[in-house]
């Protein structure tokens, strides 16, 4: 029997768990954490804050979310994949982050009530859900009047030439590296096909318009292999 995208998306992640950390660095040439630095100084998260990372997986975002807002701040990191969580969980104890709650949720059907955060992040995770659309109404509902939701994700490059090195590396190169360093190379494969298939900048902008958010901003990065969007609760 075929698995839904869902099931297929948290058996990969449970599997891949203990290399995911090791292998982000590896495929994204450590770029991913230029990324987040950056997407970090754009949303000037200030202290005392309550946020809220979606899929946080391994919960690197949400530990940098957490020493943003600082001691007097909330942070919640949430993720389907338990094991993804349990890596997470041991990071923040060692940091001693007791302002940081990971927990065990769908991004479909968040449970928090409705104007609960002033900052929403996603990264590298809005791909592997069944529905973009949906995860981002939820993102939109729970957080506050004022507040932000920002998206950090694999993009279309657009540059002839890139785009095509692009796709090959994603096809080919990548599910090499996870057979040769995770021994999961069905699992990288899978996650080819979510980048893939991932809106483009543009389009993903109208996705987030289309969730209810507004002055929508977008930023690629390394040529559009990733961009950030940035949307505004009014």
């Not at 040439?29 to 990324?35: A, C, G, N, R, S």
């Not at 946020?51 to 391994?58: I, P, R, S």
């Not at 002033?118 to 995770?125: H, V």
């Not at 483009?200 to 987030?208: N, S, T």
Request: aromatic share 12%; charged share 20%; with cysteine.
């Amino acid at each position: 029997m075929q698995q839904s995208k869902e099931q297929r998306v948290h058996n990969v992640f449970e599997k891949i768990s203990d290399n995911y950390d090791k292998m982000n660095s590896v495929i994204s040439f450590q770029q991913h954490i230029k990324w987040r630095t950056d997407t970090m100084k754009r949303m000037n998260v200030q202290p005392g804050s309550k946020a809220l990372d979606v899929c946080c997986g391994t919960a690197d975002w949400t530990i940098a979310l957490a020493e943003a807002v600082g001691p007097t701040g909330q942070v919640t990191g949430l993720d389907f994949s338990q094991n993804m969580l349990n890596v997470g969980i041991e990071k923040v104890k060692k940091l001693g982050l007791n302002q940081v709650k990971l927990i065990h949720g769908n991004a479909m059907e968040l449970p928090f009530p409705d104007n609960s955060f002033d900052y929403i992040t996603i990264g590298f995770g809005l791909r592997n859900v069944p529905d973009y659309l949906q995860v981002l109404k939820e993102m939109h509902r729970v957080v506050k009047p004022g507040g932000i939701a920002v998206c950090l994700e694999t993009s279309q490059p657009t540059l002839i030439g890139y785009k095509q090195l692009y796709y090959f590396y994603f096809r080919y190169i990548m599910p090499m590296f996870g057979k040769l360093l995770a021994k999961s190379y069905k699992e990288y494969s899978w996650l080819q096909e979510s980048a893939r298939d991932f809106p483009g900048i543009k389009e993903l902008a109208l996705i987030f318009e289309n969730a209810g958010f507004k002055d929508v901003k977008y930023k690629p990065y390394s040529g559009g292999a990733a961009a950030v969007h940035i949307g505004y609760k009014k």
